[in-house]
Every structure is written in structure tokens, then in C-alpha cells.
């Protein structure tokens, strides 16, 4: 069955640095999320992507982060100066179509430590 | 606001018992539901998805949920539960059709440990 990988799967970088973490979508899906984990708490949407667009962030989503669709396979989530509070298990996920028809598949998850 | 909570943070039981785990939603119309499964180290898999219909939905790995409205509920449930079922399970909300939003809100989650 297709998956969503993430890479890496832990990253570790100091507070102030920027921090790419890169995912490959199955590859005929066409909407593209991030999520995001904190320890001991629930999983927050971030952002969503549709035809090289944002088409909904959240309020976390400040101009700290971006995304972006490099080339037809990979889709990055930027953090340009990291942040303690931004450790975190961070979700790629996508599907076929808009969510009312096709459920969100999700990958395993990068895990950033910011020290 | 749209939430969805799940009432137990942790439960227990033996293996060979039956399993209910309970997710209750707010939302202002009848969304998309979800329930996710998330071993340790493990991405998030979907279990099963409620859009429409028959409001009884079986999934994978012998679960099944049932959408009750009148409650605002979501309840996961397996008659028999395996060793293996030891994971973390998350319910989640989408929108329903047409809403100009397609983001997930998960619950707080509910991790089970299976005793053997």
C-alpha cells in the first residue's frame, strides 16, 4: 500500500537555527498537510496545500514557517528560526481529494528537539 | 468552536475483552469523523471513517464505530482485543461536504494497554 514518508525521522538543532523537514506524499494525492504534535497533547493541524497554494494555515502558522513543493514529489515544512516550544513530532499527510471525500494518510512523523 | 474530546486519557484491559473507547465532538453540523490508530514510533493509521450512511462503519483490524447523533458520540469498539491493539487512539473531526475548510481536529487521544 502507497505511504507517506518523512524524512528525517528525529532531528536535533539549536534554537535560532532553521530546520527543513521533508515528506513525499503518495504520489497521485494533490492536498498536502503538516501537523503537529507537542508531547502530552493533541495533534494541531498547521497547514494544508492544494495546486502549489496555501489553502489554510492555522494560527500557529506564523511567518516563522513555510512550505513549499520543491519538485513533483516532495513537499517541505521551513522553520526559519527555531524555537524551544517549536519540539515537537511534526505529520506530513495527504490525500486524493478534498476531505470530504478521501480521508488524510499520514506518515510517521518527524520528531524535532530544539535544544 | 469545533472540538472533539476523548473522556479517557488511559485504559486497561485483558486480552480477549471487548474494548469501548469513547469520542464525543462539538460541531455545528454533522461532520466527517475519524478514528486513527498510532503504535509507539508510528505514524497515525486510519482505522476507519464515517461520511455518510450506515451509521455502524467497520474498519481495520476488526473495529468498528457507531455514529450516534443524538449524543454527538463516535465510539470505537472490537469485541475481542489482541495484544498487538496496544497503541495510542486518536478521533478526529473534518468538515462536513462543502465546508471551505478540510482540516482534522483531533481528541486528546486515548492510549489502551492490553493486559495479557
Known amino acids: 500500500e502507497p505511504e507517506v514518508t518523512q524524512t528525517p525521522s528525529h532531528q536535533v538543532t539549536q534554537m535560532g537555527q532553521e530546520v527543513i523537514l521533508r515528506c513525499v506524499p503518495i504520489?497521485?494525492?494533490?492536498?498536502f498537510y503538516w501537523y503537529r504534535q507537542i508531547l502530552g497533547q493533541k495533534v494541531e493541524f498547521l497547514v494544508s496545500f492544494y495546486n502549489n497554494e496555501i489553502s489554510e494555515k492555522s494560527e500557529i502558522f506564523d511567518d516563522q514557517f513555510s512550505v513549499e513543493r520543491p519538485d513533483g514529489s516532495n513537499f517541505t515544512l521551513k522553520i526559519r528560526s527555531t524555537k524551544l516550544e517549536d519540539s515537537a513530532m511534526y505529520f506530513c499527510?495527504?490525500?486524493?481529494?478534498?476531505?470530504?471525500?478521501?480521508?488524510?494518510?499520514f506518515g510517521d512523523g518527524t520528531r524535532l528537539s530544539i535544544l | 468552536a469545533q472540538s472533539v474530546t476523548q473522556p479517557d486519557i488511559h485504559i486497561t484491559v485483558s486480552e480477549g475483552a471487548s474494548l469501548e473507547l469513547r469520542c464525543n465532538y462539538s460541531y455545528g453540523a454533522t461532520p466527517y469523523l475519524f478514528w486513527y490508530v498510532q503504535s509507539p514510533g508510528q505514524g497515525l493509521q486510519l482505522l476507519l471513517k464515517y461520511f455518510s450512511g450506515d451509521t455502524l462503519v467497520q474498519g481495520i483490524k476488526g473495529f468498528e464505530a457507531e455514529f450516534k447523533r443524538s449524543q454527538s458520540s463516535f465510539n470505537l469498539r472490537k469485541p475481542s482485543v489482541h495484544w498487538s491493539d496496544a497503541a495510542e487512539y486518536f478521533c478526529?473531526?473534518?468538515?462536513?461536504?462543502?465546508?471551505?475548510?478540510?482540516?482534522?481536529?483531533f481528541g486528546t487521544g486515548t492510549l489502551l494497554a492490553v493486559q495479557p
Open positions: 478526529a473531526v473534518g468538515p462536513s461536504y462543502g465546508g471551505a475548510t478540510n482540516k482534522l481536529i
Open positions: 504520489s497521485n494525492h494533490l492536498y
Open positions: 499527510a495527504s490525500s486524493d481529494g478534498q476531505l470530504q471525500n478521501q480521508p488524510q494518510h
